[in-house]
T-cell receptor, first 114, second 114 residues
Framework: AQSVTQLDSHVSVSEGTPVLLRCNYSSSYSPSLFWYVQHPNKGLQLLLKYTSAATLVKGINGFEAEFKKSETSFHLTKPSAHMSDAAEYFCVVSGGNQGGKLIFGQGTELSVKP | DGGITQSPKYLFRKEGQNVTLSCEQNLNHDAMYWYRQDPGQGLRLIYYSQIVNDFQKGDIAEGYSVSREKKESFPLTVTSAQKNPTAFYLC?????????????FGEGSRLTVL
């Protein structure tokens, strides 16, 4: 069975400092992994995805994530936080052969201080 | 522009009433999904449909019903049997043949039971 754990429910950084949002996964299959961002009262937007190609994945808005199979991790990073990055972030793993089902993490709320 | 439209954005309901949330997509996607979002619980799958006239229960289908009579439309009815219907509801779609099954989300509908 697949599962995903976001290790921090809330992360707070200062503007201009690096961002690290941590995600560990468990999967019996070669997983597809995603990071989505959600601003308040909005839908989710895809930031980036890993689908067994390059292990370092670059996404929108300067975010990137590295797939580390040995550590079963897919942490999201950004070198320099911007105020507009304040949002909730979800790590998601594909459900293997479970048609149409993705497994969502609990979410990490990112706050950015001026 | 292609996308997913959910309506209404905000909805208030009295206890004992059924309500229907609309979801329309013009992305020509085969698969559509309904998720429920509660604070601190991530997203939970209610129903999904991979093809017209077919749908499957997700993890929390009790008290909900759906139909898929057209490819573009996947309405969700929250029935009076749903014990705690106040939540944020998200509709999504995907093109299953696309590697990784990326989801495209609508802006959400917030249901409040008075």
């Amino acid at each position: 069975a697949q599962s995903v754990t976001q290790l921090d429910s809330h992360v707070s950084v200062s503007e201009g400092t690096p961002v690290l949002l941590r995600c560990n996964y468990s999967s019996s299959y070669s997983p597809s992994l995603f990071w989505y961002v959600q601003h308040p009262n909005k839908g989710l937007q895809l930031l980036l995805k890993y689908t067994s190609a390059a292990t370092l994945v670059k996404g929108i808005n300067g975010f990137e994530a590295e797939f580390k199979k040995s550590e079963t991790s897919f942490h999201l990073t950004k070198p320099s936080a911007h105020m507009s990055d304040a949002a909730e972030y979800f790590c998601v793993v594909s459900g293997g052969n479970q048609g149409g089902k993705l497994i969502f993490g609990q979410g990490t709320e990112l706050s950015v201080k001026p | 522009d292609g996308g997913i439209t959910q309506s209404p954005k905000y909805l208030f309901r009295k206890e004992g009433q059924n309500v229907t949330l609309s979801c329309e997509q013009n992305l020509n996607h085969d698969a559509m999904y309904w998720y429920r979002q509660d604070p601190g619980q991530g997203l939970r799958l209610i129903y999904y449909s991979q093809i017209v006239n077919d749908f499957q229960k997700g993890d929390i289908a009790e008290g909900y019903s759906v139909s898929r009579e057209k490819k573009e439309s996947f309405p969700l009815t929250v029935t009076s049997a749903q014990k705690n219907p106040t939540a944020f509801y998200l509709c999504a779609s995907s093109y299953p043949r696309l590697a990784g099954k990326e989801l495209f989300f609508g802006e959400g509908s917030r249901l409040t039971v008075l």
